[in-house]
Antibody, heavy 118, light 106 residues
Framework: EVQLVESGGGLVQPGGSLRLSCAASGFTFSSYSMHWVRQAPGKGLEYVSAINNNGGSTYYANFVKGRFTISRDNSKNTLYLQMGSLGAEDMAVYYC???????????WGQGTMVTVSS | EIVMTQSPATLSVSPGERATLSCRASQSVGSNLAWYQQKPGQAPRLLISGASTRATGIPARFSGSGSGTEFTLTISSLQSEDFAVYYCQQYNNWPRTFGQGTEVEI
């Protein structure tokens, strides 16, 4: 079964850091580009970051402003998002998603919640 | 950054009726547009890519059309399981951007 499973979310203090992980299974992870997308409570979907299949190219939303770093370990079939300088505006469910053959996001994980609070 | 604008924000329909959702891009995205469905507490699901191609397993009652800056998602006969929020997304330019969503409610 093709699957993405996120982990690493939780409660973090303002200004703190967190690393999210996304474990892939059921497909050749190293052949696909990947995205992170987030959704604040009660809000819409917001693109965060993307990485190509070998990790050589990365893309970030403007609001990331150097605070987040996307990476991947193809030997572990895992995608990462290192987040720093977190603020209340970063509180959201973070989804990883696969960029499919049509360039749309064809497989999504279940999401992991990031809560920023003191 | 390309701004995606969806309308209406909320669409009230009855089961069996036709629903038409619109998505407009602030500049041309060609046919590089996708539609996603999201139900409460669930991850989004890909419905349509390339503006009009249904994803695997998506029922034929879902159809997409348009190109350039104007796009439409049509649900020909709403089923109870179709009540959800629908998002469009362009993948022609970086950063990829989503519309704000249309909620289809009873």
């Amino acid at each position: 079964e093709v699957q993405l499973v996120e982990s690493g979310g939780g409660l973090v203090q303002p200004g703190g850091s967190l690393r999210l992980s996304c474990a892939a299974s059921g497909f050749t992870f190293s052949s696909y580009s990947m995205h992170w997308v987030r959704q604040a409570p009660g809000k819409g979907l917001e693109y965060v970051s993307a990485i190509n299949n070998n990790g050589g190219s990365t893309y970030y939303a403007n609001f990331v402003k150097g605070r987040f770093t996307i990476s991947r370990d193809n030997s572990k079939n895992t995608l990462y998002l290192q987040m720093g300088s977190l603020g209340a505006e970063d509180m959201a469910v973070y989804y990883c998603a696969r960029i499919g053959p049509t360039s749309a996001l064809d497989i999504w994980g279940q999401g992991t919640m990031v809560t920023v609070s003191s | 950054e390309i701004v995606m604008t969806q309308s209406p924000a909320t669409l009230s329909v009855s089961p069996g009726e036709r629903a038409t959702l619109s998505c407009r891009a602030s500049q041309s995205v060609g046919s590089n547009l996708a539609w996603y469905q999201q139900k409460p507490g669930q991850a989004p699901r890909l419905l349509i890519s390339g503006a009009s191609t249904r994803a695997t397993g998506i029922p034929a009652r879902f159809s997409g059309s348009g190109s350039g800056t104007e796009f439409t998602l049509t649900i020909s006969s709403l089923q109870s399981e179709d009540f959800a929020v629908y998002y469009c997304q362009q993948y022609n330019n970086w950063p990829r951007t989503f519309g704000q969503g249309t909620e289809v409610e009873i």
